[in-house]
């Protein structure tokens, strides 16, 4: 089973670009999410979604965008990078919200220079 | 608002001994807590939930407690072995319900 599945790895984008991370799940989970990890920091929870066409914000939402077209996808958007979006990008789903562990993806690995 | 400590310095134990990791949360009473294995380079990994009526879970050679009126769980490994290093993450679910309020984590490491 692929799991949680996430691309790029890694990648350098320049200040004021555009990208968009991809994440994919094959659990049919109806919950997905996506946070940032900052070096001795804990997860920050970006964006997540609870089914098809439903998105919310989570707690440090600014300068990135999600859409959730189907139960599979969750791209996060980065429309103008800037240097405090440096950071390892994790997106994870669960089958719902209450009581449910979350599986993760191994990352995107981002630098804005 | 909520706030969600781990031990901060890394944990140096001998293999064979028990690991205590610490989680501690203020300003409100999560209904249930979850514990996560991140290595290096990769996502984390769900171990353990634990529900505020629950004292205490185990599972094979981890065990974990919840304390509601410390406001704190501990997460145990017994029998610790090098391959146990790791940094483990708590995990309590947030104020509103749900979503998951991560620790930054406490870097566990077993020598041989």
């Known amino acids: 089973n692929a799991g949680v599945t996430q691309t790029p790895k890694f990648r350098i984008l320049k200040i004021g670009q555009s990208m968009t991370l991809q994440c994919t799940q094959d659990?049919?989970?109806?919950?997905m999410y996506w946070y940032r990890q900052d070096p001795g920091m804990g997860l920050k929870l970006i964006y997540y979604?609870?089914?098809?066409?439903?998105?919310d914000k989570g707690e440090v939402p600014n300068g990135y965008n999600v859409s959730r077209s189907t139960t599979e996808d969750f791209p996060l958007r980065l429309e103008l990078a800037a240097p405090s979006q440096t950071s390892v990008y994790f997106c994870a789903s669960s089958p719902d919200r209450v009581n449910q562990p979350q599986h993760f993806g191994d990352g995107t690995r981002l630098s804005i220079l | 608002s909520q706030k969600i400590e781990q031990n901060s310095e890394a944990l140096n134990i001998q293999e064979g001994k028990t690991a205590t990791l610490t989680c501690n949360y203020t300003n409100y009473s999560p209904a249930y807590l979850q514990w996560y294995r991140q290595d290096p380079g990769r996502g984390p990994v769900f171990l353990l939930l634990?529900?505020?009526?629950?004292k205490e879970k185990r599972k094979e050679r981890l065990k974990v407690t919840f304390d509601t009126t410390l406001k704190q769980s501990l997460f145990h490994i017994t029998a610790s072995q090098p391959a146990d290093s790791a940094t483990y993450l708590c995990?309590?679910?947030?104020?509103?319900?749900?979503?998951?309020?991560f620790g930054q984590g406490t870097e566990l490491s077993v020598k041989p």
């Open positions: 979604s609870v089914g098809a066409g439903i998105t």
């Open positions: 634990i529900r505020e009526n629950e």
């Open positions: 995990a309590p679910v947030g104020v509103e319900g749900g979503k998951l309020i």
């Open positions: 659990m049919n989970h109806n919950y």
